[in-house]
């Protein structure tokens, strides 16, 4: 029995660092020789960084679940279960949860089994992970995008539709999906979103489509509603290849579970004005001010992302997730 395995982490399809399996369930994160030495090497995250802006790489393991830079790179609640159920692993062990999604995660990060790699049995674990065939990977990969809602990376076929690749890589759009518990969150995030373009604020391309107009999604899927909400990925370039993106969890290198509590506004605008300019400043708080007014309660730090046009520097994302809460607020 191998009690180590070792995961490839990529940046722009370049390999950077090793995420490796130490056994007892514990992982650790490092760079490679080549990535620390590299002065003008591409940004990862800012939580990387030091406070006089030189590379950590002093990083402890961690039990169970990844650091948090990648763990935020998984999906959520419902959502993750679904896509931990399809690779055949438990949600928990986030180290085989990115192994079976990660050549699809959002931003330009990567991770895939290290060349040459056994991946390791776990004869003393009731909830091993199963060596299955690729499609059972394959299938959960076209889910990897993070977040809560049941939401499907889906590509523009030749007739103009959408279609959820069967490989489940390079889709260019997000599709979300009506929820099961909150009516109408498709509807009501196309309103907002096109409602924030209407007064300047970036806004990627969107839009209200019939989810029968959808190829290849999941039996049953209509039965929670008619209509899906679509935004183009602004992680994706035209010819396919990544920009990569961090949400300020990640920034802050905080767990999903602590997206409501770790960190203020005041104290994202602060890192915006740091690593950006006052134009992202002006955004920021022209689309905190958006929110309140439409009555948005779920503005965590997951729903707020610096983007890496050029590699290194980070802007502020376009907006994403503008959605009104109060019509879900218990006796409103």
Known sequence: MLDVSFLTVKLHGKPIGTLTHLGDER???TFNDA???NADRETLGLSFKDQYGELRNDFRPIKVKLMP????LLPEGRLRSYLAEKAGVNEMREFFLIQALGRDLPGAVTVEVAEDEARPLFDDLDDQVEVKGSNTHENALRFSLA?????FSAVIDAAGGLTIPASGIGGGWIVKLPSREYHGVPENEFSMMTLARMVGINVPPIGLVDISGIKNLPDGIDQLGD???IIERFDRCEDGTSIHIEDFAQVYGVYSEDK???ASNRSIASVIAAESDHNDVAEFIRRLTFNTLIGNGDMHLKNWSLIYPDQRTAKL????DFVSTIPYIPGV
């Not at 830079?69 to 935020?72: H, L």
């Not at 977040?147 to 939401?151: A, C, H, T, Y």
Request: charged share 15%.
């Open 260 to 262: 409501y509590k770790k």
């Open 227 to 229: 209509k899906a909400f």
């Open 317 to 320: 994302s376009p907006a994403y």
């Open 35 to 37: 990535y620390i030495g």
């Open 27 to 29: 992982s650790i994160f």
């Open 147 to 151: 977040g809560v809602q049941l939401k």
């Open 69 to 72: 830079f990648f763990s935020n």
